[in-house]
């Protein structure tokens, strides 16, 4: 008698490309909820001041009489965005690669409690 045992796993690259392309999308597909509201919450805070910067920026270039004042805050805004620039590939790549690691890991399961005397227990398994 043969028995076959089919090992449930997910695809890293499929994974990976929907971080990419979705914010949180590699961890909902790892069936990491929270981690995906969190990681995807972050992705598309940062974008969207980013879009925000950007579009003041854009009112500021337009006008014709540049003050001082004016140019000022053009600075600071160009420094906000290069700012969020790096914020936002910082938490996109934090995400691709947590996604990467957790469809590496979909099947690991682990856990680490205290028996009554006191001393560590360590359980691992595999979801067949």
Request: aromatic share 14%.
């Amino acid at each position: 008698m043969a028995y076959i045992i089919f090992l449930i796993s997910k695809s890293t690259k499929t994974a990976m490309l929907l971080t990419t392309l979705i914010p949180g999308g590699g961890q909902f597909y790892t069936e990491r909820y929270f981690k995906g509201l969190i990681i995807g919450g972050a992705q598309t805070y940062f974008l969207y001041r980013e879009i925000n910067t950007q579009i003041e920026l854009n009112k500021i270039e337009k006008e014709i009489n540049k003050t001082i004042e004016l140019e000022q805050k053009r600075q600071k805004l160009l420094e906000e965005r290069t700012q969020l620039t790096w914020w936002i590939a910082l938490v996109w790549t934090i995400g691709i690669l947590d996604a990467y690691i957790d469809a590496q890991l979909y099947n690991f399961e682990s856990s680490f409690s205290l028996n009554c005397s006191g001393t560590l227990k360590a359980q691992i398994c595999l979801k067949f």
